[in-house]
Nanobody
Framework: QVQLVESGGGLVQAGGSLRLSCVAS????????MGWFRQAPGKEREFVSA????????SYADSVKGRFTVSRDNAKNTMYLQMHSLKPEDTADYYC???????????????????WGQGTQVTVAS
C-alpha cells in the first residue's frame, strides 16, 4: 500500500521559512518522479515544484522560483520543499505526489501523478 505523508506545515510570518517533508512508503521511491502542489481556499490546485527520479532535474512555478527549493533523499524515501521569503499568497494546503516513470524527468501536470498525500497546511500571516 502506497503512502505519502507530508509534514512541516504551520503558521509563519511573512518573510519567514518552512521546510516541508514528504515521506513515501510502499513504493520503490527512486523509480518515482515527485511533485509538490498546493490548493488555497476557493482556488484550484496548482503546481508548485517537481523533481526527477535522481533529483538532477527540478522545476518550479514562476510564483515560487527563487524562493522555494525542492530536493529528495532516495535513501530515506523522502522529498523536501524548503520555502523561504514566504508571502501571504503562499497560504494553502500543500500536497506531495508520486508518479512512476522510466525516465529521469520532471512532471508538472497533476494528472500524471498516481499517488497523493493528505496534505499539510501552510499559513503565512501578513
Amino acid at each position: 500500500q502506497v503512502q505519502l505523508v507530508e509534514s512541516g506545515g504551520g503558521l509563519v510570518q511573512a518573510g519567514g521559512s518552512l521546510r516541508l517533508s514528504c515521506v513515501a512508503s510502499g513504493l520503490a521511491f527512486s523509480s518515482y518522479a515527485m511533485g509538490w502542489f498546493r490548493q488555497a481556499p476557493g482556488k484550484e490546485r496548482e503546481f508548485v515544484s517537481a523533481i526527477s527520479l535522481s533529483g538532477d532535474s527540478t522545476s518550479y512555478a514562476d510564483s515560487v522560483k527563487g524562493r522555494f527549493t525542492v530536493s529528495r533523499d532516495n535513501a530515506k524515501n523522502t522529498m523536501y520543499l524548503q520555502m523561504h521569503s514566504l508571502k501571504p499568497e503562499d497560504t494553502a494546503d500543500y500536497y506531495c505526489a508520486a508518479a512512476s516513470l522510466a525516465w529521469d524527468m520532471v512532471l508538472v501536470t497533476d494528472t500524471r501523478y498516481a499517488y497523493w498525500g493528505q496534505g499539510t497546511q501552510v499559513t503565512v500571516a501578513s
